[in-house]
């Protein structure tokens, strides 16, 4: 893990890299005096961990953590308890008053270490996406998988799902437009008041009508608009 020390004092500066002997798993990038040369180390540099002091000249250590945007882990070590609160309202790793024992200051270490091995080691799940829906048809619930839907046609109250291995219809009790909110909508697009289409299995479009797999569907001037998102989906 690399880390960096900031602290306007030297001999602080000496205590820390002294300390940090003791902790072979992280490795001194840069030393800084101020906020300045801290801000020019992470520029250039992989910083995992911060050391930092809070009473500096110029910008304090308060200030320099809450101002970067991509922010490492921090441990504050400095003179001063009475900003403990504010410290830890910016989610410092841990907050060390000085003189820090050694034994209190491997601690900190110790949690840094924990939570970076814990990030290292997390990988985000992968949303599941699904490639089906079920619709309530002949009294059953069934499931239709989306690459199987030719096109879907509303009739008033119901619908029928038009599948490419089967020449009857799925009849559902179930309006157009609620169906159409289950489906992928870069899949599946409005394309008549009437109808919707499988953009997988539309094979060529002209000025009022489209051509799927099985049969040829009208295109309405309404739904111009969605037109062209299926072109640019092509």
Do not use: W
């Not at 180390?41 to 991509?70: C, V, W």
């Not at 009508?209 to 072109?231: A, F, H, Q």
């Amino acid at each position: 893990m690399r880390c960096l020390i900031i602290d306007d004092e030297p001999l602080a500066l000496d205590l820390l890299e002294d300390n940090l002997k003791h902790v072979n798993t992280i490795q001194i990038v840069a030393r800084c005096r101020n906020a300045g040369e801290a801000i020019l180390a992470m520029q250039k540099e992989q910083i995992d961990l911060i050391f930092s002091d809070i009473y500096m000249p110029g910008i304090n250590g308060l200030q320099l953590i809450r101002s970067l945007t991509h922010k490492p882990m921090v441990i504050f070590v400095t003179a001063y308890e009475k900003f403990a609160v504010e410290g830890f309202e910016l989610d410092v790793v841990d907050y060390l008053v000085k003189p820090v024992p050694l034994d209190r200051f491997l601690k900190a270490c110790h949690k840094a270490l924990d939570l970076y091995e814990l990030r290292r080691s997390y990988v985000p799940q992968q949303p599941t996406s699904k490639n089906y829906f079920f619709l309530h048809a002949d009294y059953n619930l069934v499931k239709i998988n989306f690459d199987q839907v030719e096109y879907i046609e509303g009739l008033k109250d119901y619908i029928k799902v038009h599948l490419i291995n089967q020449q009857k219809p799925v009849l559902s009790r179930i309006s157009l437009k609620a169906i159409e909110l289950q489906l992928p909508p870069d899949q599946f697009f409005r394309v008549h008041k009437s109808y919707l289409v499988n953009l997988d299995h539309v094979s060529q479009m002209r000025r009022a009508r489209i051509k799927l797999i099985n049969t040829e569907i009208p295109l309405s001037d309404g739904y111009r608009d969605v037109i062209n998102r299926m072109i640019g989906k092509v």
